[in-house]
C-alpha cells in the first residue's frame, strides 16, 4: 500500500512540474520584423527566460544573438552571423523610471 502511496504521489509531482513547465513556455511567441530581427513575447515570464528563449531561437539556426531592447514581457533581437560586423559588444543603459514630458501651452 505504501509502495502505491509513493508511486501516485511521484507521480503527482512530475505532472504538476509539467504543467508549470508547460505553462511558463505557452506563451511564448517569435514574429520575425526583418530578415534577421525578432521580436519574442513571452506575457508568462521575465526577462531572463525570454532572453533564454530568444538566445536558444538563434542558436538553432548556427547564429549569435544581439538583443536590440529587452523589457518584462518582450525582446527584440538579432540572429547574426558569427563573422558579421554588427555583431559586436553592446552596452545598455537603463530604462528611466520617470520620463518627464515638455508640455507647452
Request: contains cysteine; glycine residues 6%.
Given at each position: 500500500?505504501?509502495?502505491?502511496?509513493?508511486?501516485?504521489?511521484?507521480?503527482?509531482v512530475?505532472?504538476?512540474?509539467?504543467?508549470l513547465?508547460?505553462c511558463?513556455?505557452?506563451?511564448?511567441?517569435?514574429?520575425?520584423?526583418?530578415?534577421?530581427?525578432?521580436?519574442?513575447t513571452?506575457?508568462?515570464?521575465?526577462?531572463?527566460?525570454?532572453?533564454?528563449?530568444?538566445?536558444?531561437?538563434?542558436?538553432?539556426?548556427?547564429?549569435?544573438?544581439?538583443?536590440?531592447?529587452?523589457?518584462?514581457?518582450?525582446?527584440?533581437?538579432?540572429?547574426?552571423?558569427?563573422?558579421?560586423?554588427?555583431?559586436?559588444?553592446?552596452?545598455?543603459?537603463?530604462?528611466?523610471?520617470?520620463?518627464?514630458?515638455?508640455?507647452?501651452?
Open positions: 500500500m505504501q509502495v502505491v502511496k509513493k508511486l501516485v504521489t511521484i507521480t503527482s512530475g505532472c504538476i512540474v509539467v504543467a513547465y508547460g511558463a513556455n505557452a506563451g511564448v511567441e517569435i514574429n520575425q520584423l526583418s530578415p534577421d530581427t525578432y521580436q519574442l513571452n506575457p508568462l515570464a521575465g526577462i531572463y527566460n525570454s532572453l533564454g528563449e530568444a538566445n536558444k531561437f538563434c542558436q538553432n539556426q548556427g547564429k549569435e544573438i544581439l538583443v536590440q531592447s529587452s523589457e518584462l514581457h518582450m525582446t527584440i533581437f538579432q540572429c547574426l552571423n558569427r563573422n558579421d560586423r554588427d555583431l559586436k559588444r553592446t552596452h545598455y543603459n537603463p530604462a528611466p523610471d520617470i520620463l518627464i514630458k515638455n508640455v507647452k501651452g
